[in-house]
């Protein structure tokens, strides 16, 4: 049976999700952003909690870590290279590793760049990727830690995934990020289509995540230095992509 996901809302624009094998009978959470919703979502599907996933160390993240472990004894999954700031932590993952969640292989990619030590979670056979604060819908995350030449490179790795790979990412900022991605390039069609929809879901209340890979890479302004238009929008035809991608990440900071 496929792998289950239940999204669910957390703090005040978080998304915390559950991730279910029904055959294994083993149930995660991405991140432990708020426990009183986590708790609530695992008794409305009546799924036991038997994993934490930990992306990044940020509090809304890994703050709900040692008081889920304390009520259900269960095992928490972070970065190696973050293992002193992820509380709880009992198995360290890194690049280029697998393990398994049930039946399911769990490929961990580091995307260090919002801290260091940030790690994506990939399931191939689900085609389903939660990347916490490294890839947002139609962004990516601060600068907090690393360089912008650390994220591209991290992003990359996203990037080269399957475009129907559905994205999973950790907050709703979508529509602030559309204001922002319309700014550097508004010659883009498919991102003048999409911030549309996302002002009509958000007008409607409904989230505008999950996305996949493939409209990322057609509509996020940091998946697309390459493009010419936004380029020229930055008055830096031909640069290095890496320099375009810190230049648009340097504008968002103060958008
Ligand atoms: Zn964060
Ligand atoms: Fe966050």
Same mark, same amino acid.
């Given at each position: ?106 490929? $961990?990619?580091?995307?260090? &760049?919002?801290? !260091?030590?940030?790690?994506? #979670?990939?399931? /191939?056979?689900?085609?389903? +990727? ?78 505008? $995540?999950?996305?996949?890979? &493939?409209?990322? !890479?057609?509509?996020?302004? #940091?998946?697309? /230095?390459?493009?010419?238009? +936004? ?25």
């Amino acid at each position: 049976m496929p792998l289950e996901v239940h999204q669910f809302p957390c703090l005040s624009d978080n998304y915390g999700y559950l991730i279910h094998d029904p055959d294994a009978g083993v149930t995660a959470t991405i991140d432990t952003p708020e426990v009183a919703p986590i708790n609530a979502a695992l008794e409305e599907k009546g799924w036991q909690l038997t994993h934490i996933l930990n992306t990044h160390h940020h509090f809304d993240h890994a703050g709900g870590n040692l008081e889920l472990k304390d009520r259900w004894n269960c095992t928490i999954i972070g970065s190696r290279d973050d293992a002193e700031r992820i509380p709880g932590i009992d198995v360290k993952v890194g690049d280029g590793e697998t393990f398994q969640f049930g039946n399911f292989d769990a490929q $961990v990619f580091d995307v260090s &760049g919002h801290t !260091l030590g940030h790690i994506a #979670f990939y399931f /191939p056979e689900a085609g389903k +990727l939660f990347c916490g604060d490294a890839l947002f819908a139609l962004g990516c995350g601060r600068l907090f830690e690393g360089s912008p030449a650390q994220m591209w490179t991290s992003l990359q790795k996203l990037m080269a995934l399957p475009e129907n790979t559905g994205v999973y990412c950790a907050h709703e900022y979508t529509q602030a990020n559309a204001a922002f991605a319309l700014s550097v390039e508004p010659q883009n069609d498919a991102l003048q289509q999409r911030a549309k929809e996302i002002e009509a879901l958000r007008a409607e209340g409904k989230p505008t $995540v999950p996305s996949t890979i &493939g409209l990322e !890479l057609e509509t996020n302004p #940091f998946l697309r /230095p390459m493009s010419e238009d +936004l380029q020229a929008n930055l008055n830096m035809q031909g640069a290095e992509l890496v320099d375009v991608f810190a230049e648009t990440r340097r504008r968002k900071d103060s958008f």
